[in-house]
């Protein structure tokens, strides 16, 4: 156990911690400005990944492959959006948990009947591809350090984009008091349009960027879905802040507690046992978590509130 | 418009007559497959106690099912390799026989429900549905991790359990068991919804401020609700796993959680048949739709949407021209 691995692990974590914030913002956005939850939020990062490894094998572009994930991404979104989830802002979270559910059984089934079971892949491109060295001696997978890039810049992309500028003005109104703004003269359903298209091509991108290192699958989207959702929990849900703390957090403690609590138990346990149990105790690490977050602070960290 | 209580009889009688064809035909499976809408209609009437009546949105309910099939899966493997369960402070043997599994997957799974109610309870509406589906998610990495009984690749259980006097291996007679507590769940879902618990239960859903002002405790009443729910779908899956003789992780999925409000949903949520029609409607489709294309899903899909957009009281409610409970 050496502090090299440990530096390691902790990118790791941060890496998927990024990648789950991608999800989470998406997610938390769409609550906090319209009160809706979305389990399809998943099956937009499958559009994201399915449409960047098609556009990948077509063109060998990997830049084009990203630019499709987000387009088709958002398309899908603003289109699910006029089509069924405009019916059901205002409507009982059960309608809303349904309706979504309906609509990942129509997004899987789908995109199964359209590219068929067999997973697709999407290849890292050259100039991202092999390892780095970073001060200190470390070296690491070029692209993953990308993805860290990616995602931190999209952070504070959103952040502008929120505190800022004229349109995060009015998702904030938005969040507040939808009869007052639209009062005020904006359009909110074009405004819900858009941020939820703009969640979607957030999924999208995620859903592109992680599927050149993990397979393009059918199904691929709801393990991600879930964790996020354990993100938004833990970050109080509809704040952008609470999202990305929450998804560093998860990350971190899903990355490190996978490979650091086998070897903590192998302290007073034999080896074998150990493994077993660490590795049990490690896939509920998250879950633990959201449970303490959840005793000391019932709507988040950062929830103001139910 | 047809008044409930018909549609209720008609739905029994519906059952009990494919249950004559089948006999009469002589096709073992289709019996299986009225298994299979009993067992489900159990564990949906189970989340009905929680969703229908305490409007407790939970979709973390497969971990009781799971937990169910696998206190069914443990004792059993272990009865089958002659092998001791090992509690740590004391050793058990194994069992075959289906009244101790089925006391065994209550007391766990109503200990499950009791512990994540506990912690749920605290919070509403969205998070709570959010860590009800957590908690699952938590049950079902834990048991695809648990290479003691199996791991990813579940459990095998050879022989199916017994039951004193019966040869649980006719399907016929085990339907029969299946069916029997399928309609005492019923019964005590119909005498809970009109006791003064369910009444209180049912103002707490909707007004809970007032239930604390006469001087009762919602979040006791719902956590009691939770316990019931839980106990009674952990049984379900107790038995689900002794239909298939076999144990998996797919049974704490989160889509199985899906599947069992859908089943409420289609039916109509907080109606005592509301399952039970459900549950014969879904296994139809997956049936009759997985027979005709292997994307059934898709138009499972549609005719949820169609039914969450337009047809709120479900199947019984579209009968009988009244809106359900609203949750």
């Known amino acids: ?306 | 418009m047809i008044a409930e209580r018909w549609i209720n009889c008609a739905v029994i009688a519906g059952i009990l007559a494919v249950l004559v064809y089948a006999l009469v035909a002589d096709e073992p499976f289709t019996i299986t497959l009225l298994t299979r809408v009993v067992i489900l209609a159990l564990a949906a009437v189970g989340l009905n106690i929680a969703l229908g009546i305490g409007g407790l949105v939970s979709l973390g309910h497969a971990a009781f099912f799971g937990l169910g099939g696998y206190a069914m899966g443990v004792l059993a493997s272990h009865a089958q390799t002659f092998t001791p369960l090992d509690l740590g402070f004391f050793t058990l043997p194994g069992t075959k026989s289906m009244p101790i599994i089925w006391l065994v997957a209550v007391v766990v799974s109503a200990l499950a429900a009791w512990v994540i109610g506990l912690l749920s309870l605290r919070t509403t509406g969205v998070y709570f549905i959010m860590i009800t589906l957590a908690f699952g998610q938590m049950f079902f990495y834990f048991s695809i991790s648990w290479s003691a009984y199996g791991g990813e690749d579940g459990l095998s259980i050879f022989v199916r359990n017994s039951f004193p006097a019966l040869n649980t291996l006719v399907p016929v007679q085990f339907f029969g068991l299946c069916f029997v507590l399928l309609c005492f769940a019923l019964l005590l879902f119909h005498r809970l919804k009109a006791s003064p618990f369910g009444l209180a239960l049912n103002a707490a859903r909707q007004v809970p401020e007032r239930v604390e002002t006469v001087g009762l405790n919602p979040m006791r009443l719902k956590l009691v609700a939770f316990v019931i729910s839980g106990a009674i779908t952990g049984l379900a899956g107790a038995l689900f796993a002794d239909l298939n003789r076999f144990v998996s992780p797919t049974m704490f999925s989160w889509q199985l959680s899906g599947e069992l409000i859908i089943l409420i949903i289609i039916g109509g949520v907080g109606r005592l048949m509301g399952p039970v029609v459900g549950a014969c409607l879904f296994v139809a489709l997956e049936h009759w739709l997985g027979g005709l294309t292997d994307f059934w899903h898709v138009w499972l899909g549609v005719i949820l949407l169609m039914i969450v957009l337009f047809a709120r009281g479900g199947l019984i409610g579209l009968l009988t021209g009244k809106e359900g409970a609203h949750v």
Request: glycine share 14%.
């Open chain 1, 1 to 306: 156990m050496t502090l090299l691995l440990l530096i390691e692990q902790v990118l790791n974590g941060l890496q998927f911690g990024v990648m789950l914030f991608l999800m989470a913002a998406g997610l938390t956005l769409i609550f906090g400005v319209m009160g809706l939850i979305n389990l399809a939020h998943g099956s937009l990062y499958m559009v994201g990944a399915f449409a960047a490894a098609a556009v990948a094998g077509a063109t060998g572009s990997f830049l084009l492959a990203l630019v499709a994930a987000l387009a088709a991404a958002a398309l899908a979104g603003a289109l699910v959006e006029i089509v069924v989830i405009r019916r059901l802002y205002g409507k009982a979270h059960l309608d809303q948990v349904l309706a979504t559910f309906a609509l990942i059984l129509i997004f899987s089934e789908g995109t199964r009947w359209v590219f068929g079971s067999f997973p697709l892949f999407l290849d890292i491109p050259d100039y991202l591809s092999g390892p780095v060295t970073l001060p200190g001696g470390i070296e690491y997978p070029l692209y993953r350090l990308a993805l860290i890039i990616v995602g931190l810049l999209v952070a504070a992309g959103l952040w502008w984009l929120t505190a800022r500028t004229r349109i995060g003005m009015q998702i904030r109104a938005g969040e507040n008091d939808r009869e007052m703004i639209a009062a005020l003269g904006v359009n909110i359903s074009a405004l819900y349009t858009l941020v939820f298209a703009l969640g979607a091509a957030l999924a999208g991108l995620a859903g592109a960027l992680v599927g050149a290192i993990q397979s393009v699958q059918v199904g691929m989207g709801e393990p991600v879905l879930i964790l996020a959702f354990v993100v938004i929990v833990i970050g109080g849900i509809g704040s952008i802040k609470g999202a990305f703390i929450g998804a560093i957090l998860v990350g971190l403690t899903d990355t490190l507690g996978g490979i650091f609590l086998p070897e903590l138990f192998k302290l007073f346990m034999e080896s074998g046992a150990a493994t077993q149990t660490g590795s049990a105790l490690a896939s509920m690490a998250v879950y633990i978590l959201m449970g303490l977050v959840l005793i000391w602070r019932p709507t988040g960290l950062f929830g103001a509130r139910a």
